[in-house]
């Protein structure tokens, strides 16, 4: 296990609240998140830390699982409030977002890195001051035209294929960030990157 019993693990997803944005492509790490509280039987639903947080015991780790609530481009300051009040390092704050060069579909587990463009990852860089955290990209599609605004692209919805290959990966989403506490990063990338299921 890779986990040690006396650590807490946090589990992030990225979106933006509101009925509007709920199914928009940038709510992927919500929805995915949403998907993972169900499986685990936690409610995210304590108000706290600009944010709704839950927590749940997996496999002898104490999970939190948080959607910041400051909208996307602010998220990094509810993860570093409730990460703070909680003492977990980045090495164990795990990000579930959308990546806009992965198709429907498909996923990419990673270990750290760089924002890549994304404003939620971004200020969560900014908040931590570190990139060291593992993440779990959501595949949600590029532009369909290059002259399209991105902030439109991210807030537009899904067409209803796009919605079922979506699933799958939302699905795997959370099996991977289990994954990563459990068997570490590399195991998980091994498991969930790459083409679709």
Request: hydrophobic share 40%.
């Amino acid at each position: 296990m890779f986990g040690k019993k006396s650590e807490s693990w946090l589990i992030v997803g990225l979106g933006n609240p509101g009925k509007e944005y709920e199914k928009t492509r940038h709510n992927a790490g919500y929805r995915a998140i949403d998907i993972l509280a169900a499986k685990l039987g936690c409610k995210i639903d304590k108000a706290k830390f600009q944010g709704l947080f839950g927590q749940v015991n997996y496999a002898g780790v104490k999970l939190l699982l948080l959607k910041p609530l400051t909208y996307m481009n602010l998220s990094g300051r509810s993860v570093l409030q409730l990460s703070a009040y909680y003492q977990v390092p980045p090495q164990r704050i795990i990000i579930l977002f959308d990546d806009i060069s992965l198709e429907p579909g498909r996923l990419r587990v990673r270990p750290d890195g760089s924002a890549g463009g994304h404003n939620g990852i971004k200020s969560i860089i900014a908040e931590l001051g570190s990139q060291d955290f593992p993440r779990v990209k959501i595949g949600v599609g590029a532009k369909a035209h290059s002259e399209q605004d991105l902030a439109d692209w991210v807030l537009s919805n899904f067409s209803s294929l796009e919605e079922k290959a979506l699933q799958t990966s939302l699905e795997n989403a959370a099996a991977a960030a289990l994954c990563i506490i459990e068997h570490g990063v590399p195991e998980a990338a091994n498991r969930y990157n790459g083409s679709k299921p």
